[in-house]
């Protein structure tokens, strides 16, 4: 557990199974029907550039993370970032953040197109099964609060985690149910069990019903310090929900505006 997983004989196996896609893309790509290629992975982007020296089908990167260079990436995805700003042609930025972001890491001007990540409110209207009232009996409280977001520290469960131990302490009757799975799982637990709110702060995991617990809820919470374009704040706002977010953080203030909407 933990050692690599190549012989050591064969060092260059990794960079062999890397460059193993582009085998298999290009006879796929010179079909005369494929004209364009939208890549929404750094991965997908190094892998797609190099497979179009070859090819002509036009390759677009889609670029959907606001931060790379932090603490919280490693040096093989800042790597994989770097190529993908490097050998694209024309990269799509989903938000006015993630263009600014792209700035930040010196990727020309020239190459980055801003077109905002748009969503069909119509497509909504049947993702709900009809479970709010029963997601509401099952975690009675008077104020229910939701945060939707995968387990990572850039997500800042934590500071929600905070934030329902002071309303507790100040006697207000509240709970949080969180949705997601993700690497800073037993952190976040641990957290919970030292500060024993296990009755107030409920595990949902993963969920195909997310739709029910956003009408369900009284707020829904995301303080990330980080994001492109957030789908749960747009979903939240097509439930008519308040939400509870951070300022200068990927598009939000572009949709929500103090003293109108939020």
Not at 31 to 36: F, G, K, M, T, W
Not at 90 to 107: F, M, R, T, W, Y
Request: proline share 5%; net charge positive; aromatic share 12%.
């Amino acid at each position: 557990a933990g050692g690599s997983a190549y012989p050591s004989f064969f060092p260059f196996l990794p960079l062999f199974f890397f460059f193993l896609p582009i085998l298999f893309l290009i006879p796929f790509f010179i079909q005369p029907y494929i004209s364009l290629l939208l890549l929404p992975l750094p991965y997908c982007a190094v892998i797609a550039c190099i497979t179009k020296w070859f090819i002509k089908t036009k390759v677009i990167y889609v670029r959907h993370n606001s931060v790379i260079y932090s603490d919280t990436n490693s040096l093989k995805h800042q790597l994989l970032n770097w190529l993908a700003n490097k050998l694209s042609s024309q990269i799509i930025a989903i938000s006015a953040k993630v263009k600014e972001q792209l700035g930040e890491e010196n990727v020309p001007e020239k190459k980055i197109h801003c077109i905002n990540l748009c969503y069909d409110p119509l497509q909504y209207k049947n993702d709900s099964s009809g479970k709010e009232a029963g997601i509401k009996s099952l975690y009675k409280t008077d104020l229910l609060l939701l945060y939707i977001a995968r387990l990572v520290p850039m997500k800042r469960h934590a500071l929600a985690f905070e934030a329902i131990k002071k309303l507790i302490v100040n006697g207000i009757d509240c709970k949080l149910i969180w949705i997601g799975e993700g690497d800073y799982k037993n952190n976040l637990l641990e957290w919970i069990g030292e500060n024993k709110l296990g009755d107030k702060i409920v595990i949902a995991g993963w969920v195909a019903n997310v739709f029910d617990y956003i009408k369900a809820a009284d707020l829904v919470v995301l303080l990330s310090s980080s994001e492109a374009s957030s789908h749960i704040v747009k979903e939240a706002a097509f439930c008519k929900k308040t939400v509870l977010v951070c300022r200068n953080v990927g598009d939000f203030e572009t949709i929500i505006k103090p003293g109108y909407n939020g």
